[in-house]
């Protein structure tokens, strides 16, 4: 079984290992691997997916094994790593990385294929991929809707030889899926971008740069998106969590 690989130091908060990294960083760390043949497992992680895995051991396991790289995805991880007197360096969305690694395959004239969302929002995510970024390749995409057990949907990217998977299937089934698929792409970049393709096709709105520097953007998707809230209520308890392990860590002030 692949394990995890990291040249980075990391930070462990509620037992996840987070790559105390900048996204120039790891963009630099991701092109630097292809170069060399070697490929990336990323996951941005947030509150929500931290607290999912403390509760579903086998996915516990996955990210402790699998991905190469886990970043601050959500102001809740920055947080908690002040609470441990461990910061991190600076939050790293798979959004905003996505936007970058897209540009990166664009520059090198490299292989992209995107799997997830429903099937319009992924062919107007193409569609946009094909217009800003012409020089890379789009070897193929995929919705969201099939089970992991169809394994016709996995060869389907695998055939294709990819460089680089965007995957927007939601946690946990998109790391399923790429760690499913990682031992036959051994040389590719693999990252899961949960509703990204949303915001790539337009559908959704991302909250406006002000918000976004004032660490506010979840507020925003909260009120344009109310059904949000039962998902919301995992921040507190993620910085509950936090708090207990500072306290037994002798790190609270």
């Known amino acids: 079984m692949l394990q995890r690989r990291t040249d980075l130091p990391t930070i462990e908060i509620l037992g996840i290992n987070f790559s105390a990294t900048t996204q120039a960083q790891l963009v630099a760390t991701v092109d630097q691997r292809l170069r060399d043949g070697q ?80 099937a319009a929002v992924v062919a107007a995510s193409a569609a946009r991929v094909r217009r800003d970024y012409p020089n890379l390749e789009l070897v193929g995409t995929h919705d969201g809707y099939f089970d992991l057990s169809d394994a016709k949907v996995a060869q389907a990217v695998i055939d294709a030889r990819p460089d680089y998977v965007f995957a927007a299937l939601g946690f946990p089934k998109q790391e399923y899926f790429l760690s499913a698929i990682r031992p036959k792409l051994p ?53 509950l969590a936090v708090r207990r392990e500072a306290r037994q860590r002798g790190k609270i002030d």
């Open 187 to 239: 040389h590719a970049f693999l990252m899961g971008v949960g509703g990204s393709f949303d915001v790539l096709a337009g559908v959704v709105a991302r909250a406006p740069g002000r918000v976004q520097q004032l660490r506010l953007e979840w507020l925003y998707r909260l009120i344009k998106q109310p059904s949000r809230f039962g998902r919301m209520l995992q921040l507190p308890k993620f910085v």
């Open 39 to 118: 490929g990336t497992f990323v996951v941005t992680a947030n509150p929500e997916i931290v607290m999912y895995a403390r509760a579903h051991p086998e996915y516990a396991k996955l990210l402790a094994t699998q991905p190469d790289e886990i970043t601050a995805d959500g102001v809740g991880i920055l947080l908690g790593g002040k609470i441990l007197h461990t910061p991190l360096p600076e939050r790293v969305t798979g959004y905003d990385l996505m936007l970058v690694l897209l540009q990166q395959a664009n520059q090198a004239h490299r292989r992209v294929y995107l799997i997830g969302a429903k």
